[in-house]
């Protein structure tokens, strides 16, 4: 099993670029999230998906939007970046007692 | 004001020199307060979920306890495998924050 995956790990955008960082989970779990990291801040919680079809605001969603595509895979879009949201982003699933994380995806806007 | 709060922000151990790390948390109707430990370039890893106060959970080297108001994970003789941050997290309502996390380093 390879747990939670996320495409790509590293990406460099300009300011007002758009793209979708993609996550899938192979744990057959209903749950999906994503956070970004920032020094000193801690993870946040943009957006969750407690199930196939439903999408929920976390903490920070503002300037992204969510798609949760199956059971599988949930993606975030920026659609035009900002450099505010240079960051480490985290896909993770599970319920809310116990979260499984991907790898992360470093993303710097220029 | 809703908080989480993690001390200290930073820390050194001999191999070997047990310790604890603080979780302070500040919120309504706690639902859940959990550990993770996060290593260098990846994602954060499960380690204990706690629901009440009094309530302790144990794994190898490590055991969280919860009270009222904050939560501890002590660490008995730590390996310099153990360095790492460790981060807490509180499920409260339907909010989920996670503190800044305390990093360890253990030096053999």
């Known amino acids: 099993n390879a747990g939670v995956t996320q495409t790509p790990k590293f990406q460099v955008l300009k300011t007002g670029q758009s793209m979708t960082l993609q996550c899938a989970q192979d744990?057959?779990?209903?749950?999906m999230y994503w956070y970004r990291q920032d020094p000193g801040m801690g993870l946040r919680l943009i957006y969750y998906s407690a199930s196939e079809g439903t999408t929920d605001k976390g903490e920070v969603p503002n300037g992204y939007n969510v798609s949760r595509l199956n059971k599988r895979e949930f993606s975030l879009r920026l659609e035009s970046a900002a450099p505010s949201q240079t960051s480490v982003y985290f896909c993770?699933?599970?319920?809310?007692?116990?979260?499984?994380f991907g790898p992360g995806t470093r993303l710097t806007v220029t | 004001e809703d908080q989480v709060t993690q001390s200290p922000e930073a820390l050194r151990l001999q191999e070997g020199e047990s310790s604890s790390l603080n979780c302070s948390y500040t919120v309504s109707g706690l639902r859940g307060l959990f550990w993770y430990r996060q290593d260098p370039g990846k994602g954060p890893e499960f380690l204990f979920t706690l629901y009440s106060a009094g309530e302790e959970k144990e794994k190898e080297r490590l055991k969280a306890t919860l009270t009222k108001k904050e939560s501890f994970l002590h660490i008995t003789a730590p390996k310099p495998e153990d360095s790492a941050t460790y981060l807490c997290a509180a499920y409260y309502g339907q909010n989920f924050v996670f503190g800044p996390g305390t990093r360890l380093s253990v030096l053999p």
């Open positions: 993770a699933s599970g319920d809310f007692y116990e979260q499984y």
């Open positions: 744990m057959n779990h209903n749950s």
